[in-house]
């Protein structure tokens, strides 16, 4: 994969950090990062860095070296090697490249703040809320970063305006800044790397176009530090985030002290402004915040049972309904099954629903083990083949007569 023509722009308000890519077999795409505050546009910072790190695993993934023409921190340059080894010690696909780059140069700013990338749902909530009075004063989180882009479908422009004004609400109460980011990055890579894989290398790639104003990001966990040693990788972990730092920033990656359950117990239960508007849905069926219906609700919500505050969260259903929860499947990758079990040890511990008990270990029995699934991969490999040789061509013309129509 090559990176060129690498430019900053200010048009407006907006501040822009682009390159062309070559990503696809067939033609060239420009990505993108971007701030629309124009007090803003000196948090960003002018170099290769955010195309590297978000290009090395899709490299990986095609076999083909990474060229940069353009400079990236001397100590990412580091950085991502480490990663790679990490990577291909997954025994996933990814093979060894070379990453060859122009120019290597060591950050010279000293910036002083210190941010948590901030989606609203468990985890970076629990995050925020750990160190929002941290007795070490540099690493209390001052500002919020929220990308549009990545977990919110860019169709999906409804969900997106809700969460922002929720997330903006959330900042002005607690009294912490709020950068709202943009890229086009998710659906350049992720037909070639699963986000579950890519998305590390993503938003290590936000925090080094921000790196003009952040001397430290926390990266918020998605499985405790027992659970990352068990469970099939993800693209943010221990043995991963701290490599994408740079000379002036660091990736901290947080949380590993805690499974998702003692999350709800310990910080979100807790804490009313996390159950005012607590989000953790990607269906947004019938334009709902939380659809109380999908994998993610249900489990957020038996968790929130357990600590005895799902009749206080504003943003989900007061009722389980257990035929729901027995009919949704595990799936693997997503560590689904450590979710479920804690859940359901939680229960047992309180003696609570016992129908809900039963629902849980039907779901644990209906186990789906994603790589191992033939129509999956079929299906895979055919969006991967449209992407990289049609730019998406037949997925866009397919989608409005079998995908989802969003407002």
Known sequence: MIVRDVRLARTGDATVLSARCK????????????????????????????FATSLLLPSMKQGEDLIIRG??????????????????????????????????????????????????????FYTYLKHKNDP????????????????????NRQLWNRTLRNITAIAAAEKVDLVVAKSNIYGLVEPIVEWDYSHGGCLAAVGLFLRGAFRQVYIASTLSAEEQSEQIPLGTSLALDGHWSAESISFVHDGTEATRLNKVLWQIAQSPIALEHLRVCYKNEDGAYNCGKCDKCLRTMTSLYIAGVLEKSETFPHHIDPALVAAIPTITLRGDGSFHNENLRGLQEKNLAPELQEAIRASLESTIIVKNSPIINIMEKIRYLDHVYTGGYVRSVLAPLFGRRFS
């Not at 060894?96 to 609203?120: C, L, M, Q, Y």
């Not at 919020?144 to 919110?152: C, P, Q």
């Open 23 to 50: 990503i696809r077999k067939l033609g060239w795409d420009t990505v993108y990062y971007s701030v629309e505050n124009a007090a803003q546009s000196a948090d960003v910072y002018n170099d290769a860095s955010p």
């Open 136 to 155: 070490v004063e540099a690493d209390r989180v001052d500002t919020f970063i929220l990308v549009n882009g990545f977990d919110i479908d860019r169709r």
């Open 71 to 124: 400079s990236i921190s001397q100590q990412l340059y580091k950085g991502m090697h480490a990663v790679m080894q990490e990577v291909l010690d997954w025994n996933l696909g990814f093979k060894p490249i070379e990453i060859k780059v122009d120019e290597v140069a060591a950050d010279t700013n000293t910036p002083h703040r210190t941010a948590v990338f901030f989606s609203g749902g468990v985890d970076s």
